[in-house]
């Protein structure tokens, strides 16, 4: 819950009146940490206003529930029409006919809020890596993204099967299981979470794209929805470009709130290394130079 501004004032005086009063006592060879009067420095975080957004906006809340519930409204339209799918012609490699219905979910930022790791590294001054990643996964305190749980009861209620089709690695379903399950969101059975490295038979998959995952799921289940933060969780990206994403985005317009549902999420995704090249080797500043590059006026 946010603070007050009025409660924060108090201790603020009483530190500056202390630093004050430390100031006076410093010999001449002190010089002073900053001149009187400078407000202190605040570290600047290039993720600080998305993550904030995220976590805190009322505004971000809404425009995820408003997602979840669109789309709980259509779920017996879905049912009821045995052509509904929504998975690509590519993924698509068995027929639909009498496989049962499912709905494929991506993990983070679509079902479960990582934002206190964000805010972790924003705090820390850190960058994304495995180790602090999956530590934090093993805690098992991601929240619950606005109207997901929701969603899924629905879902259930229905007979329809949830699939979360996750990156994190497959040796930490069981993790994530737990945490879905803490958050409201009905029993998770073993072969609903799909990891990366999961073992999917005649495909070889390339790096983290979930392709031969949805041609998994394509084999076992007719698809009613896809939701995700991201384009790739939809669709195999073959051009990692904005406009190679916008176009293979273009394929699929019908879709995009009847079987596609995209969770908003500026803290963190491909269309960001889209915009300096897809190369994670450039310094920050570069990265930040190339987005700046991109803006339009
Ligand atoms: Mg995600």
Redesign the pocket.
Known sequence: MPVPAMSLLRPLALALGFSLALAGCQTVAEAPAAAPGAPAAVPAHDNLNATAWLQQSAEAAMSHRQTWRSAARLLDAALADPAWDALTPEDRIAPLAGLPPAIIV?????VLDNSPYQARLIRDDARFDDATWNAWVAERRARAVSGAPEFAREAARRGITMIYL??REHALNADSRANLEALGFPPVGEGQILGLGMATPGCEPKGSDKGCRRQWVSQRYRVLMQF???LG?FFSIADNSPEGRAAGLQRFDAWVGERWFM?A?PTY?SWEPALYGNDRSLSPEAQRAAKRAALQY
Do not use: V, Y
């Open positions: 991506d993990m983070d930022e679509t996750t990156n995700g933060d991201q969780d969770i999420n995704g």
